[in-house]
């Protein structure tokens, strides 16, 4: 099992242990979904991936997601466009987000800057910093290319 997977389930089960909440199969391949896709997944598309191979219902996908986000071994974005995505927490490169505004689609970039970026930050307020997280939001590629024959200025 990959190493972030295994510290991701003994976390989760110990906080499920901790709030007297059982430890189903279906929580668990929560879990695994969110990990095995690498990057980020709407709630949806879980559940129909899910859907597949359990008998899980949309309520149980959307509550396990709620449980893995407070024992943080899930992060959720809500972007400004589309519905919220989810993706894996435990160790995972510090990495920002390109968001396009016009087709929804997000990409990920990786830079060092940005841990001494939150390192620095984290010092100088002395907030004990726990995610990273850069979003950019803006026009993408594709996009840029299908406005620019109209002439139309971008803001
Ligand atoms: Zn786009
Ligand atoms: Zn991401």
């Known amino acids: 099992m990959e190493k972030s997977l295994k510290a991701a389930k ?56 709620e449980l893995l986000l407070e024992c943080g071994v899930i992060l959720r974005h809500r972007l400004e466009t589309g519905p919220a995505q989810y993706e894996r927490a435990c160790h995972v490169q510090s990495h920002g987000h390109l968001v396009c505004t ?12 940005l841990n001494d970026l939150a390192a620095d930050a984290g010092e100088a307020f002395r907030f004990a910093v726990e995610h990273r997280n850069l979003y950019l939001y803006g026009k993408c590629k594709r996009c840029q290319l299908k406005s620019a024959p109209t002439g139309k200025k971008s803001v």
Not at 102 to 112: I, M, P, R, S
């Open 102 to 113: 016009v087709c929804g689609k997000v990409e990920e970039f990786t830079d060092n800057r």
């Open 10 to 65: 003994e976390l989760f089960t110990g906080y499920l242990c901790g709030h007297n909440l059982r430890r189903t199969a279906e929580r668990y391949a929560v879990l695994e979904e969110v990990y095995a896709c690498g990057g980020h997944v709407e709630a949806e598309t879980l559940f129909q991936e899910l859907n597949k191979r359990y008998r899980v219902s949309r309520a149980t996908v959307y509550n396990t997601l």
